[in-house]
């Protein structure tokens, strides 16, 4: 006989279940730090009414066109995901 203990069993993840509500935490989070986001850059251009043109600048050069290529590139790989064959 031998004085080694019992192995200790590995102890595994249950699965995640995949549906839209494992992804209602992550959505709150997000439109949380957007809101608090938008209030500091708001009493920021209270405060120097210049910034609120480089605000607008800075929206419309980066912001619009990644938000636009977001929610196109989502809508595509949403498209090719429901018509590909589950396996």
Do not use: C, E
């Amino acid at each position: 006989m031998s004085d080694r203990p019992p192995p200790i069993p590995v102890a595994t993840r249950p699965a995640r279940p995949r549906s839209q509500q494992s992804n209602a935490g992550t959505a709150i989070a997000l439109f949380g730090l957007l809101f608090v986001g938008g209030a500091l850059l708001g009493l920021t251009a209270l405060v120097m009414p210049q910034f609120l043109g480089l605000i607008l600048v800075v929206g419309g050069v980066f912001v619009l066109p990644a938000a636009f290529h977001y929610l196109v590139w989502g809508w595509w790989m949403s498209q090719i995901k429901d018509d590909s064959p589950d396996d």
